[in-house]
């Protein structure tokens, strides 16, 4: 049995001869939780954009359960179990959070019918159980647009999981949060990652603290390193390249 959701095969992928991914090698075993940082413009989120087929490898491979999604449309991948969550909340403002979820849930079948109570039993209860995990059953019946930001990030990535993907990309979930809320996102994602894989991607080091196992650090479309933590904050490759832009990855 292939023990790896994910695989990243020498990937490279030119804009114009420019490689924004340069013969890029990851993998990410089933069940996992990494986290990939990385200064402006290494790369990120041409990697989710290439694995959710948005845009296509101009060399490489990507594998999901060892088979190559290269060629797949965007919907297709979709299909196949990867979800993508957007850095912006992409949920409706003026239906609530359980009609949100209700949709989510959905997704393929008829939205009027949806909208109008006409909700499977299986999906009633699936529903109740993602807005406990999200934390928000007190909030089930108000408008979304009634939720903090951090309430919203939630509200969409509890979207993402009701349709029942078995990878999950999450791309700079607490950005703009407080520290409460970022605690909070943390906890639903390390909640989630015990029956999924995730990648997230980062920016802000003390999420990453909360949640990361293992980190994978990403500079120019290729990896600088790998590991705990604890190991690439010392790395001093890793504290070159973020020197003047990130500084607070080292420890005073
Ligand atoms: P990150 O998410 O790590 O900040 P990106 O993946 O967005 O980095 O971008 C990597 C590099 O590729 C950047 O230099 C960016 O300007 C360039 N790039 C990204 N998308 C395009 C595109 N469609 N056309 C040309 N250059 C691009
Ligand atoms: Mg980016």
Do not use: W
Not at 19 to 35: D, P
Not at 63 to 89: C, D
Not at 169 to 193: K, M, Q, R, Y
Not at 214 to 238: A, D, F, I, K
């Amino acid at each position: 049995m292939d023990e790896k959701i994910l695989e990243i095969d020498n990937l490279t992928v030119s804009f114009d001869g420019f490689k924004a991914l340069n013969q890029l090698n990851l993998s990410i075993n089933t069940g996992e939780l990494r986290v990939l940082i990385g200064p402006n413009g290494a790369g990120k989120t041409t990697l989710q954009d290439v694995i959710t087929g948005k845009v296509r490898p101009t060399e490489g491979n990507v594998y999901f359960k060892g088979k190559s999604l290269v060629g797949y449309k965007e919907h297709e991948i979709a299909r196949l179990g990867i979800g993508r969550k957007f850095q912006t909340p992409r949920i409706y403002l003026n239906l609530t959070v359980r009609e949100n979820l209700d949709l989510a849930c959905n997704r393929n079948k008829n939205l009027l019918s949806t909208l109008m109570g006409r909700i499977s039993s299986g999906d009633k209860r699936k529903v109740v159980g993602l807005l406990e995990t999200i934390g928000l059953t007190a909030k089930a019946d108000l408008s979304a647009n009634l939720l903090s930001h951090g309430e919203k990030q939630r509200l969409e990535i509890g979207m993402l999981v009701a349709q029942s993907p078995e990878l999950l990309l999450v791309d700079e979930p607490v950005a703009g949060l407080t520290d409460e809320e970022t605690e909070n996102v943390g906890s639903l994602l390390l909640a989630l990652a015990e029956s999924h894989s995730i990648l997230v991607i980062e920016h802000d080091m003390e999420f990453v603290r909360q949640i990361a196992r293992t980190v994978t650090v990403l500079h120019q479309g290729s990896l600088l390193c790998e590991g705990t933590m604890e190991e690439v904050q010392h790395n001093p490759r890793v504290i070159e390249v973020y020197l003047g832009e990130t500084p607070e990855i080292v420890d005073s």
